[in-house]
């Protein structure tokens, strides 16, 4: 018996670490316009990639494969003008999912009549730089434009992977500003993927999700949305340098595959195992 469980430990081990060797991505991208047609032929081959069927259950789950955040259930006291509580989607709605930011927190914009809609409150210019998806909520770090994405069993405090992420994005308007880079277990990256500019001025719609043949590989992903940070005083193009102007870019839907525990989390269950199997045949020679 004993030997048998070690063999399987080093088995789950071996996987877990050739599981990333040439690492191959997915990459469902679309730049659109206003419409949220634009891009949701895109966004719907990318669902098809991660599984899951078209209704959801609850807390955002799809046939148990893959969960979405469209930001419109989170309760009015944790919208703006308030922050969200970073683990609100994997405590209160839990679905895996936890944010991290350099900035003082994160945001989801209010509803029309409870506050002013679209990121207004931290600048009047806002919603009508800012288009969305799906009606009417959208999402952004504040005093950063980096957010990091940490995945869990949901409800837990257990790392989890996953093996796809993907966002909307709104008034993308510069190449390369506005981009998700992907990280193993291990913290290694498995690669940094533009987001595409929109077809419009402003108010344009962008889509970008990456999912990896290999399964579930992916601990966390790093958003990195426009070039700047919001501000009352920073508008969509104001000059923020010698030669570079502000592009402003928020987040609308999230979708990802159902976290998965981790390697070292079945190499765990399976070295109790062991543990369980010596304790117990010590027993049985006492006897």
Avoid at 231 to 252: F, H, P
Wanted: aromatic share 10%; hydrophobic share 40%; net charge negative.
């Amino acid at each position: 018996m004993r030997a048998k469980l070690i063999l399987i430990v080093a088995s789950v081990i071996s996987l877990g670490l050739s599981s990333l060797a040439g690492a191959s991505p997915v990459i469902r991208s679309v730049g659109g316009d206003s419409t949220s047609d634009s891009i949701l032929g895109v966004r719907d081959q990318f669902r098809v990639d991660l599984g899951g069927g078209a209704v959801p259950g609850a807390n955002g789950s799809f046939g148990g494969e893959r969960f979405e955040i469209n930001w419109d259930g989170v309760p009015d006291s944790f919208s703006a003008p308030n922050n969200l509580p970073s683990d609100f989607f994997n405590t209160t709605s839990p679905r895996g999912a936890e944010f991290l930011t350099s900035g003082t927190g994160v945001q989801v914009s209010a509803n029309s009549g409870i506050a002013p809609v679209e990121f207004d409150n931290i600048n009047s210019t806002y919603s009508s730089t800012f288009g969305v998806f799906s009606a009417q909520r959208l999402f952004t770090p504040l005093e950063s434009n980096i957010v990091d994405v940490s995945f869990f069993i949901p409800g837990t405090s257990t790392p989890a992977l996953v093996s796809g992420f993907g966002a909307i994005f709104t008034d993308v308007d510069l190449t390369h500003s506005t981009k998700i880079e992907f990280f193993d277990a291990t913290n290694n990256s498995l690669g940094i993927f533009s987001v595409p500019v929109g077809t419009v001025e402003s108010e344009s719609l962008s889509f970008l999700g990456v999912s990896f043949t290999e399964g579930s590989i992916i601990s966390h992903v790093q958003i990195t949305s426009g070039n700047t940070a919001f501000g009352a005083q920073i508008n969509d193009g104001t000059i923020i340098g010698s030669d570079s102007v502000a592009d402003l870019v928020v987040m609308d839907d999230f979708i990802y595959a159902a976290p998965v525990p981790e390697p070292e989390t079945y190499v765990m269950l399976l070295a109790g195992l062991l543990l369980l199997s010596v304790v117990m045949n010590r027993r049985k020679k006492n006897f």
